[in-house]
């Protein structure tokens, strides 16, 4: 009987303890990053705010590209085909109906044969330059925001951290728990500004590889189109 009893003092206390083990296990899963992300400070809403933007110029940008980049190898062929027949205004209707800046650069061309060569190239190198223009437009917003994202995040931490050892110098009260939990929630912002630089950058560069891909796409165009209309006359 006395070593039943000494066996419940042993596992009582041993469940205690595991008790209140679980307990800030279960408290630190169940954070909520919302409620913790607006701790950041006041510096979060303007970090946000480009966040929004920059993923609105991403999706716009991707869009646009994929309308206007689509590679139609259908196309520089058809366009052979009528102009070694002699129908030029058809070859013109076909560029223009293809709706990408392929087919507009190849309509510009198209538009002049009969002019000297010279004169044909010139239009379809300044075409080309429109188009790599419309597709370069917003993309220096992308660059603007990877640059300010994360300062105005290290401002928000910067200020936070200000606001710290005022109030300890104010209060004369230092404690572990007032300094980390002040300087965790205004390193928020910090890192919340670093992700919306991230993405801006990444979006920036991975935009200007695909204007890259498509110049040198157009280059082997025009040549096959000069190589057309020389061959033909």
């Known amino acids: ?24 296990a279960a408290a630190v899963e169940s954070v909520n990053y ?3 992300l607006l701790k950041g400070g006041v510096m979060v809403v303007p970090i ?15 869009l646009y590209y994929g309308k206007v980049t689509k590679q139609n190898d259908a196309l520089i062929n058809e366009v052979r085909y009528q102009l070694t027949s002699g129908k030029i205004e058809a070859a013109q209707i076909s560029a223009s109906k293809d709706g990408t800046a392929t087919g507009n650069i190849l309509e510009s061309g ?8 010279s004169e044909i190239e010139g239009m379809m190198e300044k ?4 188009e790599i223009g419309m597709m370069e437009k917003k993309l220096g917003w992308l660059g603007l925001v990877a640059g300010i994202a994360p300062i105005l995040g290290f401002i928000g931490t910067i200020s ?4 710290i050892f005022y109030t300890i110098s104010v209060t004369e009260n230092i404690s572990i ?9 205004k390193m928020i912002s910090s890192g919340l500004g670093l992700i919306v630089g ?8 991975y935009f200007n590889m695909v204007i890259d891909g498509f110049s040198l796409r157009i280059q082997r165009v025009i040549i096959q189109f000069v190589n057309i209309i020389t061959v033909g006359k």
């Open 48 to 62: 946000l705010l480009l966040l929004f933007f920059t993923l609105y110029v991403i999706i716009e940008r991707a």
């Open 1 to 24: 009987m006395m070593n039943l009893i000494f066996l419940f003092q042993d596992t009582i206390p041993a469940a205690v303890v595991d008790s209140t083990a679980a307990a800030p």
């Open 177 to 185: 728990g007032s300094i980390s939990g002040g300087l965790y929630e």
């Open 198 to 205: 991230v993405v801006a950058y990444s979006g920036y560069h």
């Open 110 to 117: 198209i538009s002049l044969i009969g002019r000297p060569l």
């Open 127 to 130: 075409q080309t330059n429109v």
């Open 34 to 36: 919302f409620s913790l």
């Open 160 to 163: 936070g951290v200000i606001k």
